[in-house]
């Protein structure tokens, strides 16, 4: 069948405006071309390579890794408590109602400090007895003396002179007991049955239990006051008893705390507990701890971790989203220069909560992936290094 002269000319037209098109974008300059950037580049296995633009690059986060002190053990958790040989709780002890506040929390005191005033019948009563027993004594002293002058003179019997005499000395003693008292309630004796309450040491005042108006007495189950040296701070961890062996008073200890993950604060091993604890099978150790800029508050949870002796092998910190496992072995990406990394097998020595220590497969001062190591090795593809 013979096509028409027209349609043959109407498909030859179409063709050649076809192959006019492709002509055109096949030879149209090469900066008018759409650019499709290159995501990545894996020249050698365990090497992946990103492009200055690349996307992937805003998800990742390095962070340099330093060498520092190994430590022996597994980190423990502890918490902070006061330094009890710079702490007084401070208890009332007489009772009474307080009719007089001189002290709040935050407060810096001098020892022997009024803190606060009490009124109470119980110091009047100790009061009364004392000036009872001055008198009773001055009494008892001057009776003595005149059965002495009898008793020289041969006037008073010898029963009687030595009857003044053991009354004197009764008298004397129920005076010093009296005094005895007033002295142990650090009262001034002034008659009016007003008691100061005082601190025994410089400090600041860390807590306070009493409002103006309040009854107290001295079995209440709250000190009244808390004062102590908050520069000064114990660490107490409960340690596994497997690591029982490697610690020592006077060692280095690392603390951290979840209110300053980025800073570590150092500390001294100050006691090992003689005994483990029956139900825990722990052994509690104390570390003392120099709070000069009162970052630490008492009763902060703390991680620590009990540090190798000096001239001991070191290691290098890192954070635990660095590391990744395959198979047996652990591995970290290192950056070898700006989009370039290195997935890197690494030996690690002690595994903690946050942090982890390696041995082998770091140097000080490299940058290390902290966010994203998953992403690279999903993407990196061959063996590590």
């Known amino acids: 069948m013979t096509l028409p002269s027209t349609t043959i000319k109407i498909v030859a037209a179409l063709a050649a405006i076809g192959a006019a098109a492709a002509a055109f974008h096949y030879f149209k300059p090469a900066q008018e071309r759409k650019a499709v950037p290159e995501a990545k580049e894996v020249s050698q296995p365990g090497v992946i390579r990103f492009a200055p633009n690349s996307p992937q690059l805003s998800s990742l986060k390095l962070v340099a890794v330093s ?10 958790n502890a918490r902070i408590a006061y330094d009890e040989n710079a702490t007084t709780r401070i208890a009332s002890p007489v009772g009474g109602r307080i009719i007089g506040l001189r002290a ?5 005191v001098q020892r022997d400090a009024v803190l606060a005033e009490i009124d109470s019948p119980e110091l009047a009563t100790a009061e009364a007895d004392w000036r009872k027993a001055q008198a009773d004594e001055l009494r008892k002293k001057l009776a003595f003396e005149r059965a002495r002058t009898l008793f020289d003179g041969d006037v008073l019997p010898r029963k009687d002179y030595e009857s003044a005499a053991a009354d004197h000395q009764q008298a004397k003693a129920e005076t010093t007991r009296a005094m005895l008292r007033m002295k142990n309630l650090h009262a001034s004796g002034r008659g009016d049955g007003r008691f100061v309450l005082k601190t025994p040491i410089a400090g600041i005042v860390a807590d306070k239990q009493i409002n103006p108006g309040m009854e107290v007495r001295p079995d209440l189950a709250n000190p009244l006051f808390v004062i102590t040296d908050i520069r000064r701070l114990w660490v107490v961890a409960d340690v596994p008893e497997r690591s029982a ?42 570390c003392s701890i120099e709070n000069a800029e009162r970052k630490l508050k008492p009763e902060m949870f703390a991680r620590v971790a009990f540090l ?26 290192v950056e070898k220069q700006p989009g370039t990394f290195e997935k ?29 190591a998953f992403l690279l090795n999903a993407e990196v593809g061959g063996d590590a290094q």
């Open 67 to 76: 060498e520092e002190r190994l430590p022996v053990a597994d980190p423990v």
């Open 104 to 108: 709040e929390v935050g407060d810096r």
């Open 245 to 286: 062996a490697q610690i020592h008073p006077g060692q280095a200890v690392s603390i951290e705390t979840d209110a300053y993950p980025e800073q570590k604060f150092a500390a001294r091993v100050d006691l090992v507990g003689l005994a483990l604890d029956p139900v825990t099978r722990r052994l509690q150790v104390r």
């Open 308 to 333: 190798a002796d000096e001239g001991s092998k070191k290691g290098i910190s890192l954070p635990n989203t660095s590391l990744f496992i395959e198979g047996m072995y652990s591995y970290v990406f």
């Open 344 to 372: 890197r097998r690494v030996n690690v020595r002690v595994r903690g909560h946050d942090r982890s220590f390696v041995d082998a497969g770091l140097s000080s001062g490299e940058r290390v992936v902290s966010e994203g």
